[in-house]
């Protein structure tokens, strides 16, 4: 062994510069591990308990160096094992930025609450003390005003925040199970705060078709164009506001009659079919154009608007209209209400808008039929059959009809709702 430098001293240990060194088997090949020491007994102790844990990991027991690891781990390193991985699925494929993005900004005031805590204490009861905190307004946020001015804000997350908080550190901790830094998920069996019924979908924050032209009308008369453009283009095409902004003149094509789009959450069908009324809407807004960008930000051109600006002026206007609350989604809302009104199926609508889940969404989530829509599909229904098995079309002979000079006084809850 003196070729390599190693004087050997006993079995299983060599010398060399000083120090001692183990000649010892890692995943079945040979190796050099450093025992730190150049006392003999104290090197042939740590080969002998090297040997012990070797043995104990080839039978899948646990060693007490790694349960004392295991304890010592924090939540503050789970996190952060979590974030330098990339936020990955379960099944440890990548999420989009935008997703990740979130997940970062949501895991914020878990770390503030349960950083240092040791990620194996953890109860299911430690998740209702964080709900009150957060609803408590335990969470505060440092903001920079335009003036430079900082200020301290308490915040409250609501039990929807809560919810996908605590559902993202319970991401992280599946990410250590699976690479064995904890046994088991602590915040496994964890039931949502949230209750169906109370969560507001896109749906409920969708405009009429006459909330909309009032919308659109507002904005062009106060010269916010491009706000109003923005919304009527999400309204006719069905796309989500961060599929909308990044889109370029280059991607709209108005002789094959498609806009060429990038789907977000993994989404199918790259395009929008350009329809009578979005047609109209681009040669508009091609006449006003002043940068590649479909809808860029009026302070720099070559930037898209901003997500959280648009919101704003959004609910402004509908607040001083007194319309229902609209939202951009809730826009996306509006056009699968109007393809299902217009007699598409809803397996052609999840096509439509790049919806991979399917029908289903539509039905469950999308889904919506105005009452003046259903009123009117009501007085198609017949309910007597002539004898030659043919819906009667009109009133049946035993059935005197209506005197002329007295007017119907019943008046449906929905044609009341509908005007």
């Not at 991985?85 to 878990?110: D, H, I």
Request: a positive charge.
């Amino acid at each position: 062994m003196k070729a390599t430098g190693f004087d050997r001293i006993a079995p299983g240990l060599y010398r060399r510069g000083g120090l001692i060194y183990a000649r010892v088997r890692d995943n079945g090949k040979r190796t050099w591990r450093g025992t730190g020491t150049n006392d003999l007994t104290t090197a042939r102790k740590l080969l002998k308990k090297w040997r012990e844990e070797q043995v104990l990991q080839a039978h899948g027991i646990e060693t007490a160096e790694a349960a004392l690891n295991r304890n010592r781990l924090t939540v503050g390193k789970v996190l952060d094992a979590y974030i330098a991985a990339g936020c990955p699925t379960k099944k440890m494929r990548p999420k989009s930025p935008n997703t990740v993005q979130n997940e970062l900004n949501a895991l914020n005031p878990v770390r503030r609450y349960f950083g240092e805590r040791a990620a194996v204490t953890l109860k299911l009861a430690d998740c209702d003390k964080y709900r009150d905190w957060r609803d408590g307004g335990g969470y505060v946020v440092t903001l920079t005003r335009k003036d430079g001015e900082q200020v301290k804000r308490h915040t409250r997350g609501g039990d929807r925040g809560v919810d996908l908080e605590l559902t993202y550190l319970s991401n992280a901790f599946n990410l250590a199970v699976r690479r064995g830094e904890l046994k088991a998920n602590p915040l496994t069996g964890r039931t949502d705060y949230t209750v169906a019924e109370d969560v507001r979908h896109c749906r409920e924050v969708a405009p009429t078709p006459e909330g909309l032209a009032k919308i659109t009308g507002w904005l062009r008369d106060r010269r916010e164009t491009g706000v109003a453009d923005l919304v009527a283009f999400l309204a006719y095409s069905g796309l989500r506001i961060g599929e909308a902004l990044p889109l370029t003149w280059a991607t709209v094509n108005l002789g094959e009659g498609l806009v060429n789009v990038k789907r977000e959450k993994r989404g199918c069908n790259p395009w929008v079919a350009i329809t009578l009324e979005l047609e109209t809407l681009l040669c508009g807004m091609q006449t006003r154009a002043t940068s590649e960008l479909l809808f860029p930000s009026p302070f720099d051109p070559s930037k898209p608007r901003d997500v959280s600006a648009v919101r704003h002026r959004l609910a402004a206007v509908c607040r001083e209209l007194k319309l229902p609350h609209v939202t951009p989604h809730g826009l996306r809302s509006y056009f699968v209400t109007q393809a299902r009104q217009s007699g598409l199926t809803d397996a052609e609508i999840a096509m439509l808008i790049g919806d991979k889940t399917g029908p289903a969404i539509i039905a469950t989530t999308y889904g919506d039929l105005r009452d003046d829509h259903l009123l009117a599909q009501a007085r198609r229904v017949r309910h007597t059959v002539a004898p030659s098995g043919k819906a009667v079309s009109g009133i049946p002979e035993n059935i005197p009809a209506c005197p002329q000079d007295s007017p119907r006084t019943h008046t449906s809850p929905m044609v009341s709702k509908a005007a």
